[in-house]
């Protein structure tokens, strides 16, 4: 069968960044999770220097749930948001030590009722946590698509839908690693490098 635009797309940014992966540091699901939740809205460099922190003496569920709300926020106070991030991993590290013994779950539902775990999140955390199928949409993602005319979505969720129904699942990790990367480098959002774009002969340049 013959490759449909999405997944063209996908084997030229993956001769373009071999390398796109997830830049967060982290040990266990877990810590990946955490690391997650505290990566909105901030950059992954920064919540590597808070986790180094945090991890450095609380690194499972139980001891993080532990904490006070405000002995975790003085810990990661460098990040975006950082009271209600605190309030979140505190509760949602209560929810895993005492429905879960501890341990993340590994399936998209209950991964999206833990506390500040939206559906990027739980993509994010299917994917590279378990090695299961998860897109995560974030803001690169879900530009750099539309701009590219996989979707025409306003909502990342429709983004995500459109993407899944497009890439076959056993990609679906990579593709959000490799539009990111994407999105990052060439597909800026407020100054695409179109004359520089390998993905240039593929792209109807959506650009709003
Ligand atoms: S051609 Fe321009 S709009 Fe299209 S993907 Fe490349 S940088 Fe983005």
């Known amino acids: 069968m013959s490759k449909n635009k999405a997944e063209k797309i996908l084997d030229i940014l993956q001769e373009a960044y071999p390398e796109a992966g997830t830049r967060l540091h982290f040990s266990t699901v877990f810590e990946l999770l955490v690391a997650v939740v505290l990566s909105a809205q901030s950059t992954d460099e920064q919540v590597n220097l808070v986790t180094e922190k945090l991890f450095h003496r609380y690194s499972t569920p139980q001891q993080i749930a532990a904490l006070s709300v405000e002995e975790l926020e003085k810990i990661i106070k460098e990040v975006g948001l950082f009271r209600n991030k605190a309030r979140h991993i505190k509760a949602l590290s209560e929810m895993l030590a005492e429905k879960y013994h501890g341990q993340v779950p590994a399936t998209f539902e209950e991964l999206v009722k833990l506390p500040g775990v939206g559906r990027k999140s739980a993509n994010v955390v299917m994917a590279v946590g378990f090695g299961l199928p998860g897109l995560g949409v974030d803001t ?54 179109c004359n520089s774009c390998p993905l ?9």
């Open 200 to 208: 240039e002969p593929l792209c109807p340049k959506n650009i709003k």
């Open 140 to 193: 690169h993602v879900h530009r750099v698509s539309n701009r590219l005319g996989l979707v025409d979505a306003k909502q990342p969720h429709q983004t995500e839908a459109g993407l899944k129904a497009q890439i076959p699942r056993r990609r679906w990790g990579k593709a959000h690693h490799l539009l990111i990367s994407h999105g990052r480098a060439v597909c800026k959002a407020r100054s695409p490098q």
